[in-house]
C-alpha cells in the first residue's frame, strides 16, 4: 500500500487494496463512518481480517450519498402505509403470541393494573428499536459491528450474543411449535396421550411442516391467507371488545396509573402459578410483548435491505414511521387481549396455562356471533405458525450480521446452518419434553429463562450501547438528542434492573451459572480469537 495515492482508490468507491491472499471481495458494502483522525473528511477506511489475509477497503462516503437515490416522501397516509415494511415483520413476531397468550393471561390475573407497565415497556422498546435502527441508517454499521470495538478483547460481546443465540432461539421456536401443538391438541381432544404430552407430538409435527417450508420456500402463498384471515380475526376481537362495553375509567386508570400487582387468592392454587413468583410472571411479560432484543437486531438488516441509509438523515422519518406504527399496533391489541382477559376469563378464574395456552381466548369472540369461535382457532392457527416461521428466519439475519462483523466471508449455506442448528435442537427439546417421566413440563415454564435475556435484558444491553455507539463513531450534530440519550440510559437501566431481579427470584444459583458461563465464553473466545488472528 505504502507509495499508493489513496485518492486513486476512492476514485471508485469501494475498490479494495488486498495484501497477501485474499478471499472474494465482497460486493461494495453500505457507507460507513469508521474514519480516524488521520483520514481526510469524507474518506472511510476500514481493516477486515480472515484467515491468512488481511483486506483494506475504501470507501468514498460523500460520493457514495450524493449517487444515492434522494428520497422521495409519501404525501398522503395511505401512500405512509405502503411504507409500513420492517416494522410489520416486528409486529408480526409479537401479536402471535404475545398478545394471544401472555397479554390475556395478564388480564385474567391482574385485570387492569398492568396496562401502564405495558405500555411503558412497549414506549422503551420502541426507543431502543428506533435508536438502532437510525444509526444503522446514518452509518450503515449494525450494532453486531459496533460492539467489535468494546474495551476488552475484541468481540467478547457479539460472542456473549451469539452464545445466547444459538441456546435461546430453539428454545423459543421449541415453545412456538408447542403452542400450535397445545391448540391442535385441544381441537382434536389428544391433549391426554403419550401421558399428557399430546402438544408435544403435534409440536413436533408442526416443527417439521415449518421446517420444510424454511427449506423448500412456499411460504407467500400462506402469508397471504395468514394476513387476511389474522386480520379478519383481530378486528373481530376489536370488535367484540366494543360490545363488552368495558369500564373506560378504568382502563384509562390502569393505562396511565402506576399499580402494584399481586396473584389473586383463587391463582394462588393453580399448579403453575403456586410455586412461580409474581416477579417471575410480570417479567416474562416484558420479555414477550413487544418482542425480544434479537427481533430488533434482525429489524436494523430489514432497514439495510430497505435502503433506508443516508449520511444526511434522510431516511429518518419513513424508520420513525415504520416503527411508531409497529408498536402503536401492538399495543392496541396488548390493551384489548387484557381488557378481554380481565373481564371474560378473571370472573371464571381461567387463565392460559399448562398445556392449554389458546383455546380459552375463543370466548372472546362468541358475544359479537357464536360461529365466530371457528375463525378464531384457524386465526390463532396462521398467526402462531406465523411466529413460528419468522422466529426460524430472524436467526440467519442474526448469524449472517455476526459473522460480518467478524470479517468472515459469508455465503448462502450460513442460512441452512442457523436453521438447521434452531430445528433440530428444538426437536431435542420438544422430544426431551415429551419423555419426561410424570407430568410434562409446562411450556411457559420451559420458556422463562431464555425469555428472561432475549426480551429483558438483552433490551436493556442494547439500549445503553445505542448510547455508546452515537458518541463514539457519529459527529456530535449527528448524534442522538439529550431527550434520547437519557430515554435510553434510563430504558436501558429498567430493562437490566428487571432482568436482574427476574433471574434473581427464578433461581439464583441457576442464574449465576449461567452469567459466569457466558461471561467465560465470550472473553475466553475472543482472547483465543486474538491470538489466531495475531498468529
Known amino acids: 500500500m505504502i507509495g499508493h495515492d489513496y485518492r486513486k482508490i476512492v476514485s471508485n468507491p469501494g475498490a479494495e487494496l488486498s495484501i497477501g491472499i485474499c478471499e472474494q471481495p465482497k460486493s461494495a458494502e453500505l457507507p460507513r463512518r469508521e474514519q480516524s483522525s488521520e483520514s481526510k473528511p469524507g474518506i472511510c477506511g476500514r481493516f477486515t481480517r480472515f484467515r491468512s489475509s488481511i483486506r483494506l477497503v475504501f470507501y468514498d462516503f460523500n460520493a457514495t450519498i450524493a449517487n444515492s ?14 411504507v409500513f415494511g420492517p416494522g410489520a415483520v416486528l409486529a408480526s413476531l409479537t401479536i402471535g403470541v404475545g398478545e394471544l397468550v401472555f397479554s390475556t393471561r395478564a388480564g385474567a390475573l391482574f385485570g387492569y393494573n398492568l396496562l401502564w407497565f405495558f405500555a411503558l415497556v412497549l414506549f422503551f422498546k420502541w426507543l431502543l428499536v428506533y435508536s438502532t435502527a437510525r444509526h444503522m441508517s446514518l452509518t450503515g454499521a449494525h450494532p453486531f459491528r459496533r460492539w467489535m470495538e468494546l474495551p476488552g478483547p475484541r468481540g467478547w460481546f457479539p460472542l456473549i450474543f451469539l452464545l445466547l443465540a444459538v441456546l435461546s432461539f430453539p428454545i423459543w421456536v421449541a415453545f412456538h411449535s408447542g403452542t400450535v401443538g397445545s391448540l391442535l391438541a385441544a381441537l382434536t381432544g389428544t391433549q391426554g396421550v403419550f401421558g399428557g404430552g399430546g402438544h408435544f407430538v403435534w409440536g413436533i409435527g408442526m416443527l417439521g411442516l415449518v421446517t420444510i417450508v424454511c427449506f423448500i420456500g412456499g411460504y407467500k402463498t400462506l402469508e397471504r391467507a395468514q394476513i387476511a384471515i389474522v386480520a379478519v380475526m383481530l ?80 431516511w429518518l422519518r419513513p424508520i420513525l ?58 386465526g390463532a392457527f396462521l398467526a402462531v405458525f406465523g411466529t413460528l416461521y419468522g422466529t426460524i428466519e430472524v436467526a440467519p439475519a442474526i448469524l449472517r450480521e455476526l459473522a460480518e462483523a467478524f470479517g468472515l466471508v459469508v455465503s448462502a449455506k450460513i442460512r441452512n446452518i442457523a436453521v438447521g442448528w434452531v430445528c ?32 429483558v435484558l438483552a433490551c436493556g444491553c442494547v439500549c445503553l450501547l445505542s448510547v455508546w455507539a452515537d458518541f463514539k463513531f457519529l459527529q456530535p450534530e449527528l448524534r442522538m438528542p439529550l431527550v434520547l440519550v437519557v430515554l435510553n440510559v434510563l430504558g436501558g437501566a429498567l430493562f437490566v434492573l428487571l432482568g436482574l431481579k427476574g433471574y434473581w427470584d427464578y433461581n439464583p444459583a441457576y442464574s449465576g451459572i449461567i452469567f459466569a458461563g457466558t461471561l467465560l465464553f465470550g472473553v475466553g473466545g475472543a482472547v483465543l480469537l486474538g491470538r489466531k488472528f495475531k498468529s
Not at 437515490?69 to 405502503?82: A, D, H, R, V
Not at 370472573?347 to 357464536?370: E, N, R, V, W
Request: hydrophobic share 50%; glycine share 8%.
Open 235 to 314: 378486528l373481530s376481537v376489536l370488535a367484540a371488545f366494543f360490545m363488552m362495553q368495558p369500564d373506560w375509567g378504568e382502563l384509562l386508570n390502569g393505562l396511565f396509573i402506576p399499580k402494584s400487582v399481586n396473584y389473586p387468592n383463587w391463582a394462588k392454587a393453580l399448579p403453575e402459578i403456586r410455586t412461580r413468583p409474581v416477579w417471575v410472571e410480570t417479567v416474562t411479560y416484558v420479555g414477550i410483548i413487544g418482542g425480544s432484543a434479537y427481533d430488533y437486531l434482525a429489524y436494523v438488516s430489514y432497514v439495510r435491505e430497505k435502503g433506508w441509509i443516508a449520511a444526511g438523515g434522510e
Open 321 to 378: 414511521f415504520d416503527s411508531i406504527l409497529s408498536f402503536v399496533a401492538v399495543l392496541i391489541f396488548t390493551v384489548v387481549f387484557t381488557v378481554c382477559g380481565a373481564l371474560i376469563l378473571q370472573p371464571q378464574h381461567q387463565i392460559p396455562a399448562g398445556t392449554d395456552l389458546l383455546t380459552l381466548q375463543s370466548q372472546f369472540l362468541t358475544p359479537l356471533f357464536p360461529a365466530l369461535k371457528y375463525l378464531y382457532f384457524v
Open 69 to 82: 437515490m434522494t428520497p422521495n416522501f409519501p404525501q398522503t397516509p395511505l401512500e405512509w402505509l405502503k
Open 424 to 455: 433440530s435442537v428444538a426437536l431435542v427439546v420438544l422430544v426431551a419434553g415429551l419423555a419426561k417421566k410424570g407430568a410434562p413440563p409446562a411450556l411457559i415454564v420451559i420458556l422463562t429463562p431464555a425469555n428472561l435475556f432475549t426480551g
